[in-house]
T-cell receptor
Framework: AQSVTQPDIHITVSEGASLELRCNYS??????LFWYVQSPGQGLQLLLK??????LVQGIKGFEAEFKRSQSSFNLRKPSVHWSDAAEYFC?????????????FGSGTRLQVQP | DGGITQSPKYLFRKEGQNVTLSCEQN?????MYWYRQDPGQGLRLIYY???????QKGDIAEGYSVSREKKESFPLTVTSAQKNPTAFYLC??????????????FGPGTRLTVT
């Protein structure tokens, strides 16, 4: 069965600093990977997704993520964080088992941005 | 504007009462999903529906029920059998359930508190 691990529960960075959020997945076949962002009390918004091809994918809001099969990772990065990036970030893997196409989510990483 | 609406945003109920959470979408999507979100646990799939008049249990369906009588509506009932109903509930949809690569769109969520 697929699983997703986000090792960092909470991260604090200074505005303008670079950011990397970690995501590790466990899946036997080609993974379908997603990063979502959730502002407090809101739904989730898709930042980017990876299915195949170029392992470095670009998303919205200046985010990018790199798929590394050898490390089973799909880390999210941003070169310069803005105060508006403070939110919770979820990594997810697409499920193909039992004919379902739902997502398996990690437990999330809460990002705090210091001025 | 197309999107997913969930109402109400906050809901309070006494223990032992059933409560129904609304989810409506005007995106003409076939597939709809209900997730439960608890702090530190990410999102877990409750029920999903691939098409009108059809739905399947997710990972944590016990104590919940759904219906899908109309394409645009997928209400979730939290019954008194659900042992820990207090949580944030998110509804999602996507055009169809045939492809895992197709993005899910999320509603703003309903926070249910049962005392």
């Amino acid at each position: 069965a697929q699983s997703v691990t986000q090792p960092d529960i909470h991260i604090t960075v200074s505005e303008g600093a670079s950011l990397e959020l970690r995501c590790n997945y466990s899946y036997g076949a080609t993974p379908y990977l997603f990063w979502y962002v959730q502002s407090p009390g809101q739904g989730l918004q898709l930042l980017l997704k990876y299915f195949s091809g170029d392992t470095l994918v670009q998303g919205i809001k200046g985010f990018e993520a790199e798929f590394k099969r050898s490390q089973s990772s799909f880390n999210l990065r941003k070169p310069s964080v803005h105060w508006s990036d403070a939110a919770e970030y979820f990594c997810a893997v697409g499920r193909l088992d039992t004919g379902r196409r739902a997502l398996t989510f990690g437990s999330g990483t809460r990002l705090q941005v210091q001025p | 504007d197309g999107g997913i609406t969930q109402s109400p945003k906050y809901l309070f109920r006494k223990e032992g009462q059933n409560v129904t959470l609304s989810c409506e979408q005007n995106l003409n999507h076939d597939a709809m999903y209900w997730y439960r979100q608890d702090p530190g646990q990410g999102l877990r799939l409750i029920y999903y529906s691939q098409i009108v008049n059809d739905f399947q249990k997710g990972d944590i369906a016990e104590g919940y029920s759904v219906s899908r009588e109309k394409k645009e509506s997928f209400p979730l009932t939290v019954t008194s059998a659900q042992k820990n109903p207090t949580a944030f509930y998110l509804c999602a949809s996507k055009p169809h359930d045939r492809e895992v690569t197709v993005e899910q769109y999320f509603g703003p969520g309903t926070r249910l508190t049962v005392t």
